[in-house]
């Protein structure tokens, strides 16, 4: 019982990968839900699991995680 728990190497969804490469690329929500043909909520559901998963709390936080 209780919630998944993920580490930075729990693999995202292919639409989490995308929402996350637009992140990094500094897109806003509304950006991104129109280059995926999503709605607001969506992206934003993507970005909460992305957040879990990587376990960071901000868009700065992944875009640190993943810059070279």
Not at 8 to 22: D, F, R, Y
Not at 46 to 62: F, L, T, W
Request: aromatic share 4%; net charge positive; no cysteine.
């Amino acid at each position: 019982q209780g919630r998944a728990k993920f580490t930075e190497h729990t693999p995202l969804s292919n639409q989490e990968e995308k929402v996350l490469a637009l992140i990094l690329e500094n897109k806003t929500n509304k950006e991104i839900a129109s280059a995926l043909f999503v709605s607001v909520s969506t992206v934003k559901t993507h970005i909460n699991n992305i957040y879990k998963k990587r376990n960071v709390s901000s868009r700065q936080e992944a875009k640190n995680l993943h810059s070279k």
